[in-house]
């Protein structure tokens, strides 16, 4: 009995290990847009990622994805109300390891993103990160961030509507 227990935990610690070797650098940009800190955002993803270390072999698999962004943009968006101030990034993705790109343009590019996440609250920030940039639908945002579907829209939309300098409906901009 106790073989198998070690077993399944090797196993579960190796599942673990080879899902952040997959998908760590990508929950890292995420959590360096919705932050725009990358000591906060590795911070947030190790916060979140050692809470889910426990659970890992309980977690559904067909869900595991939406279940580990929620984790990390609940990670980042606690950091943020403890922090209550944006700070700048300097080289927001001259970072990133694996590039090919230029990289004078890459830092203007992630210069550009991250100067109109950085005037966005929090939770459109987080909803715009994940919906664009994660890629992720709006059912999967909405999880994330643990809302309904329709909010996960409209955090969107609102934060579009922000970015391109409109009035919305109630004429905020």
Known sequence: MTGELVDAAQA????????VRLHGDRLLRTACLVTRNWDEARDAVQDALVS???RWSTLS??????????????ACLMRLRRRR???????????????TADPAVQVVEAD????????LP????AAVVLRFYSDLSYAEVARALGCSEATARSHVH????????EPDEGGRS
């Open 12 to 19: 579960g610690a190796a599942a673990f290990d080879g899902y």
């Open 52 to 54: 889910l270390y426990p």
């Open 61 to 74: 698999p067909e869900r595991l994805d939406a279940y580990v962004h929620r984790a990390v943009t609940n």
């Open 85 to 99: 101030r944006v700070w700048p990034v300097a080289g927001l993705g001259a970072e990133t390891p694996g590039s």
């Open 112 to 119: 550009e993103v991250g100067r109109l996440c950085a005037s």
């Open 122 to 125: 929090p939770v459109q920030r």
């Open 158 to 165: 609102r934060a579009i509507v922000r970015l391109r300098g």
